[in-house]
């Protein structure tokens, strides 16, 4: 098996919008991690229960034949609007698992989740997600024992991704430490990811009209340890989020969050001037490093460019904006050497 790109998204319209418009030959190379997220919809009554259906309808207007994904539901605590006998995790599975190839995960903090594979089973095994400064206790071994002894899932069809979670330039110096490499150095796991999100968790510090570039220290990181582990090494991130939840308090301004090889571009307009989103696209489009026709979401920002508003393709809002960088970043990173060599 080669090596597969894991992006850790939320569970929101814009994410999967972006996994709508992903290439076909992304899919292929990549297995989402997406992230349960609290309904926020005006109108909604909320509760675990509301968010899995609309997580449910969501990844049903994305599906593709084929389509793999592993799901965390950690984020959404379980209440009396559970309907399925168990867990927030069980009542996922039992809506979607007959929609996609589904990868439950399970976190060393979290028995509920377990519990939830062991009722549901794991037809596609699981996969474990933990944080680097808990591969120095017994934790993990005594969660494989209980994933083999009551859910028959042996290490072998076992999923192991370790989530630095927000990285910096300091990250990737640190993290060859003796745990991250023991564990990551084992091949007897299905697969072994490292993952963690370099962005910004706000672009407060970036002034409207002004192109800034912001280093994707993940890559680093993730090169310091494929060379120390070798090849056999997949990739994760947070494509263009910070890992971190957001405040999402007020609507943002039109922009976009550009991924190139070893950083992003990042421009934004004004706030509640959507209508700049058109000159966003420009600025972007005018940059030696645009890829145009890598896919859907660069041929859609070139003909926002191009065209303006004369051209069919709306402003859009906060939604369209994230989906159309994710999209490109999903696209980019398959493309673009990361998860086949060396960037």
């Known amino acids: 098996m080669g090596l597969f790109y894991r992006p850790i998204l939320k569970g929101r319209e814009g994410e999967f919008d972006a996994l709508g418009q992903a290439a076909e030959r992304t899919w292929k190379s990549t297995m989402p991690l997406l992230e349960l997220v609290p309904t926020t919809a005006r109108g909604s009554s909320g509760g675990a229960r509301r968010a899995c259906q609309d997580f449910r309808d969501r990844l049903r207007d994305t599906m593709r034949l084929g389509m793999r994904i592993a799901v965390d539901t950690a984020a959404v605590p379980a209440d009396g609007t559970l309907v399925h006998g168990g867990g927030v995790l069980l009542d996922l599975l039992t809506e979607i698992s007959a929609m996609a190839e589904v990868v439950p995960v399970v976190r060393l903090d979290d028995p509920a989740a377990v519990d939830d594979v062991v009722r549901a089973g794991a037809e596609h095994g699981v996969l474990v997600r933990v944080r680097p400064d808990q591969l120095g206790t017994d934790e993990l071994g005594d969660l494989l024992r209980r994933l083999a002894a009551e859910a028959d899932v042996q290490k072998s069809r076992v999923d192991l991704v370790v989530d630095f979670g927000p990285v910096g330039s300091r990250t990737a110096r640190a993290a060859v430490s003796d745990a991250v490499v023991r564990v ?160």
């Open 184 to 343: 990551l150095d084992d091949d007897g796991w299905r697969s072994r990811t490292v993952a963690g999100g370099a962005f910004p968790r706000d672009l407060a510090s970036v002034q409207p009209w002004e192109l800034t570039e912001i280093p994707r220290h993940e890559v680093s990181l993730w090169s310091r340890l494929r060379r120390e582990i070798g090849a056999g090494l997949d990739f994760g991130d947070y494509a263009v989020a910070h890992p971190l939840p957001s405040g999402r308090g007020s609507a943002p301004p039109p922009q976009l969050r550009y991924a190139v090889q070893d950083r992003w571009l990042v421009i934004k307009g004004d706030r509640h001037r959507p209508q700049q989103f058109f000159e966003v696209c420009r600025r972007i489009r005018s940059h030696p490093e645009f890829t145009g026709q890598l896919g859907s979401a660069d041929r859609s920002i070139a003909g926002r460019a191009e065209n303006g508003p004369a051209g069919g393709q709306g402003a859009g809002t906060g939604s369209t904006w994230r989906a159309l960088s994710t999209a490109h970043h999903l696209d980019f990173v398959v493309d673009h050497g990361t998860t086949h060599g060396e960037p």
